[in-house]
């Protein structure tokens, strides 16, 4: 799901449902590897490697069917616990502005009726009507 404004006439906006296709790495990357704390080898890559993802509208009517995004910079604040050397009482922990790089969606395995609005679903659990 599409968690902003991306492009509205090629119907990527807020709340749109994308189907995952594929990953397109930028030339020259090659797909790596990292072993999980249980011991499983799973495909990993650094963000910083990744070119576009390639998407296609849950709702076949949106033209074009297929799109792409590719991964946004933005900065953030973070806490952090400053070493031991440089605490005082109360002040203990420090804010640092950071830099990341992310895909802009989100994995949508449950939703709200809101975002609902105006979609077709095959299946749909309701927690509570209250």
Do not use: C, Y
Request: proline share 4%.
């Amino acid at each position: 799901m599409l968690p902003t404004n991306t492009n509205v006439k090629s119907g990527q906006a807020n709340g749109t449902q994308a189907l995952f296709q594929k990953l397109v790495l930028k030339q020259g990357t090659n797909l790596g590897s990292v072993i999980l704390s249980n011991g499983i080898k799973v495909n990993a890559v650094f963000s910083s490697d990744v070119d576009h993802i390639v998407l296609k509208h849950v709702n076949n009517r949106i033209r074009p069917e297929i799109f792409s995004l590719q991964p946004k910079e933005f900065t953030f604040k973070a806490k952090f616990l400053k070493p031991k050397v440089l605490q005082t009482k109360g002040d203990e922990r420090e804010f640092l502005i950071m830099k990341g790089k992310q895909i802009p969606l989100i994995i949508n395995d449950a939703t709200t009726g809101h975002k609902l609005q105006g979609s077709g679903v095959n299946n749909l659990f309701v927690h509570s009507w209250s």
